[in-house]
């Protein structure tokens, strides 16, 4: 089967014919053999198996298909209806939901591409991506791994051993303890020779899973432990090693890749400082505010780097910065494709999947290093689902509306999820990378902003505001970035309570503009995606007295929830009439607020609806679903989205039937409660039923999408009701203990000052979250 290989310049377009190759053997010329036969005879790549999910496994096969190559998708009980199953030519159920039972199951993925018949095995990022001897059994079995060698993989896998190699070939190191020696008292005494605060990381993996910070001497054994246990967990070994922890560091990283022929390329270098549990969540390339010099002699450590190993196929060197001195440090070798390679194709025209299948397939690389070229600028922001006001909690939950922004040639969108998909518990928490291209930095940061304000999500939470105040953040502006970004601006990006007034102002706009979305639709008889539909069901009919040529008055009731304000929701009561010549008056009452508006509303279709306020012509979208015992509501208009709520079942009614008017009290928890942040496992119990504990004291451990969180107690006082048990699953909310205050002084001021009955200690569920969760691990890169 030849195969014609068009180059794509920059912004997406043909540009030349660059080669013709036999990629594969013809059917008709291969011989008629068992697709199970085990050989050690690696064949030419005729069909690739995907060794992954999401969004990487739907990325992979969109070149292959572009090369004619068919896919093969696994996928795991979780997963049998998730996009990459449907966009692969063929699927293979390799498990149950939990990935070591399924995407971590070398044995069961490598009978998969026997059973499929593919010769190669493309393993994404995650997972077994890193494994050598996932590498290794698939040379045993005559499949060609899209990746580097297993040796590579083994000598960069192992951080230990890694820095070794590294030290030898000339590489800077950071000063630390990289040895096999991993008793705890001795590892102490190496902490304390090198010096707090220090760095504890696994010395296999990657993506800060198992990375702990720690100041002093009393932090370490906990630390360690945790981080030991974490490690275990996430890549079977628990080796740890310990570094200097450098305090302004920037994380800048280089794209090498080599072939089979002792060829070794950089493709410039990534920024990825800006972080949070020590994850990447915008990255952009070139690195800003570095000379062309820095940029020369960190490339040429890359590339020394990978020919230590014998080095082939996409690899990234990891290096950190030392903002005060400049010098730059040797990290790690992540040996496999980065989830942030996107920015790379962007700034030098490639297709970097592509390169893999050509390198993993005898081919040269294409281009020399003088070739490389440095094209504009790019950047990529990670969407996931996840609680920015709870310290970063994943979140699980339907994807009830999806509207990524459009793709163009500078515009890119890589996605694993469409509409109405679920994003569970048991794998990343990764919706989407927006990808975008400039000409210039400060361009592409126009882009960035534009599209970021166009993104669509609604059905869980999701960190699109808080990537939004990132982008807008003058210090990021200036690209004065380091992997303290967030921390150091916390008070500019969490703290919304200077804006708090002109936010409900327009929270206020925005929910008479939902009201008069929502009766336009019932009123002009249309349902399509909207709960309630018309006829018997519709609002008109169960509220009179609405007639035709007569005004009819309906009132709503919503919640408005800020994502930033911890106060909680905030209640808005409209009422609307109903006009003969089409349009809708608008009373809006809130906290101290009261507005009216003059609105016509004309529906587009696909929820899109043409509003015209006050005369002023404006496009909106809307979503509505139902979770919780509340009818959730969002609306965008231009770059505004406001997240409404009401309860099910709420009647509207005409503003002088006030019997009607319903309750919209708040479920709380009893006094003293303590509830799971997010569904999750419970990996240890750390406290018993009646135990006396201080404030601060760690109860439980729970993890979810490979994350760990401690449970701390809120107070001082006795555990009580502490039911859960290690192995156990807890949904989202669900009650974990409450502290029962024993200090006389505290129980007699509260049952005087507050009438209480009980000397429980009151704190509120998102206090307890905030205060009583600690995130010490994070997904992948």
Request: glycine letters at 8%.
């Amino acid at each position: 089967m030849a195969l014609l290989i068009l180059r794509r310049n920059l912004h997406g377009r043909t540009s030349s014919l660059l080669q013709a190759r036999l990629f594969s053997r013809s059917p008709e010329a291969a011989p008629a053999e068992d697709p199970r036969r085990r050989t050690s005879e690696p064949k030419p790549i005729e069909k690739i198996l995907v060794a992954n999910r999401g969004e990487i496994a739907c990325r992979i096969m969109r070149t292959a298909r572009r090369l004619g190559i068919p896919t093969v998708a696994v996928y795991s009980d979780a997963d049998a209806g998730a996009l990459h199953v449907r966009s692969a030519d063929e699927a293979v159920r390799i498990g149950p939901a939990p990935a070591r039972l399924s995407y971590l199951s070398g044995a069961s993925i490598v009978d998969a591409a026997l059973r499929a018949g593919a010769q190669a095995i493309h393993p994404g990022y995650g997972f077994l991506s890193e494994s050598a001897e996932f590498a290794q059994l698939c040379e045993e079995n005559g499949l060609t791994f899209i990746g580097p060698p297993a040796s590579a993989i083994r000598d960069m896998g192992d951080k230990s051993a890694s820095k070794k190699i590294m030290g030898s070939a000339g590489v800077p190191l950071v000063p630390g303890y990289h040895g096999d020696e991993q008793d705890i008292d001795f590892m102490r005494l190496e902490a304390e020779k090198i010096g707090y605060p220090i760095l504890i990381k696994p010395t296999h993996g990657g993506g800060g899973k198992g990375m702990r910070i720690v100041q002093s001497a009393n932090e370490f054994v906990d630390s360690f432990l945790g981080a030991q246990r974490e490690a275990a967990a996430s890549f079977g070994v628990d080796k740890i090693l310990l570094e200097k922890y450098i305090t302004r560091p920037r994380h800048i990283e280089v794209q090498i890749f080599g072939d089979k022929y002792g060829n070794v390329l950089h493709l410039n270098e990534r920024d990825c400082s800006v972080q949070r549990r020590h994850q990447k969540i915008i990255e952009e390339a070139p690195a800003p505010n570095v000379t062309s010099n820095f940029r020369t002699h960190l490339g040429q450590a890359a590339v020394s780097a990978a020919k230590a190993v014998n080095y082939h196929n996409a690899g990234t060197v990891e290096f950190i910065v030392d903002t005060t001195s400049g010098q730059f440090y040797f990290m790690e070798m992540n040996t496999r494709l980065q989830v942030e390679h996107p920015v790379t194709e962007m700034i030098v025209g490639q297709d970097l999947v592509e390169w893999q299948i050509r390198v993993a397939n005898g081919e040269p690389l294409p281009i020399n290093q003088s070739e490389v070229p440095l094209l504009g600028h790019a950047f990529e922001a990670r969407i996931y689902a996840e609680n920015v006001p709870k310290g970063f909690l994943p979140a699980t939950g339907v994807l009830h509306h999806y509207r990524p922004v459009p793709g163009t040639s500078s515009v890119r969108v890589d996605t694993g999820v469409e509409e109405g998909d679920t994003v569970s518990m048991h794998y990343d928490p990764m919706i989407a990378k927006l990808v975008v291209w400039g000409e210039s930095r400060s361009a592409a940061l126009v882009k960035l902003k534009d599209s970021l304000s166009k993104f669509q999500v609604a059905g869980l939470p999701t960190n699109i505001n808080f990537l939004r105040k990132l982008a807008n953040h003058w210090a990021f502006e200036d690209g004065n970035v380091e992997t303290h970004f967030i921390e150091h601006f916390k008070d500019d990006l969490f703290d919304d309570s200077c804006h708090e007034k002109e936010a409900y102002e327009e929270a206020i706009y925005g929910a008479a503009l939902v009201s008069a979305c929502i009766c336009n639709k019932e009123h002009s008889n249309f349902r399509e995606g909207f709960p309630g539909g018309n006829g018997l069901n519709s609002i008109w009919y169960a509220n009179p007295p609405f007639r035709v040529n007569h005004c009819a008055k309906c009132v709503f009731e919503f919640q408005w929830d800020d994502d930033y304000d911890s106060t909680g929701s905030k209640p808005l009561v409209l009422s609307l009439t109903y006009q003969a010549d089409g349009h809708y008056d608008i009373e809006v009452e809130g906290e101290g607020n009261s507005l009216g508006f003059h609105v016509k509303v004309t529906y587009l279709g696909n929820r899109d609806f043409r509003v015209e306020v006050d005369g002023v012509s404006i496009q909106v979208s809307l979503a509505t679903y139902e979770k919780d015992l509340d009818k959730h509501i969002h609306i965008w208009h231009g770059s505004k989205h406001y997240h409404f709520r009401q309860k099910l079942g709420q009647p509207l009614f005409d503003d002088d039937d006030s019997q009607h008017k319903p309750s919209f009290e708040m479920a709380s928890h009893p006094h003293g409660t303590v509830v799971a942040p997010m569904a999750g496992l419970v990996v240890k119990v750390l406290a018993k039923d009646g135990m006396r504990v201080e404030e601060g004291q760690p109860i439980l451990v729970l993890e979810a999408m490979k994350m760990e969180h401690v449970v701390k107690a809120p107070s001082a006082g006795h555990v009580h009701g502490l039911a859960v048990t290690a192995g156990q699953q807890v949904p989202d909310s669900s009650v974990l203990f409450s502290i029962k205050v024993s200090n006389s002084f505290t129980t007699n001021f509260f049952n005087e000052s507050t009438n209480l009955n009980e000397d429980w200690l009151t704190i509120s569920p998102d206090i307890t979250h905030r205060n009583s969760i600690q995130t010490i691990k994070n997904t992948s890169k």
